[in-house]
């Protein structure tokens, strides 16, 4: 009969090569949702690339969003009733962020006469100036309620967003309900197609 000793080098050996699979599972799955690059970008998730629109028939009212702004204000969701309003998930830190924030400035400019505003959600900036540094640098005239922690992208329903995947765009219609979601950073033309018709609803 083996002793215990024995018998615990044998568990110890069988229990080594299934601890190795595993961690190797988690390691390649970590690996493929996140940048694999150092410095700013680290732990970046990237979206999906998918840009979604909703029928009318299937729209979900949006969540409350309110609370301080990077500017220092305060605003909220319900402050734009009527009105079509696109919701903008953004972090200074975020690369993809930066490239189409000159977008996003320029299609908000051009769309506030079609009854259109735009509203930024900050995350993860956890010093307020750099958020403040990014409004300035890329000229965003619109209101960016400040979420350093993501609380009110937890609002979302489940599964709509992923608090680690930036930039993340809503549109919410003008009866304040979900009508289309981009998980990816827009180009101007993206931008323009995604907000138009919903903006010519009656």
Do not use: H
Not at 169 to 194: F, M, N, S
Request: aromatic share 6%; glycine share 8%; net charge positive.
């Amino acid at each position: 009969m083996s002793s215990p000793r024995a018998l615990g080098r044998l568990l110890r050996r069988a229990v080594a090569p299934a601890g190795a699979v595993a961690s190797a599972l988690v390691l390649a799955a970590c690996s493929s949702s996140s940048s694999s690059s150092a410095g700013e970008n680290a732990n970046f998730v990237n979206g999906s690339g998918a840009i979604t629109t909703v029928k009318a028939a299937d729209r979900k009212p949006a969540p409350d969003l309110s609370g301080g702004t990077v500017a220092g204000g305060t605003t909220s969701l319900a402050a734009y009733k009527g009105k079509v309003v696109v919701i903008n998930i953004w972090g200074s830190w975020c690369a993809p962020c930066r490239a189409e924030a000159p977008n996003l400035a320029a299609v908000a400019s051009a769309d506030a006469a079609k009854g259109v505003q735009f509203l930024g959600i900050n995350t993860r900036d956890l010093d307020k100036t750099n958020a403040e540094n990014f409004d300035q640098r890329y000229k965003i005239s619109y209101p960016s309620l400040y979420d350093p922690y993501g609380k009110l992208i937890l609002r979302f329903p489940k599964g709509s967003l992923n608090p680690q995947s930036l930039p993340a765009t809503i549109v919410v219609d003008r009866q304040g309900r979900v009508a289309a979601r981009a998980l990816t950073a827009l180009t101007e033309d993206q931008l323009r197609k995604l907000v138009d018709p919903i903006a010519a609803e009656q």
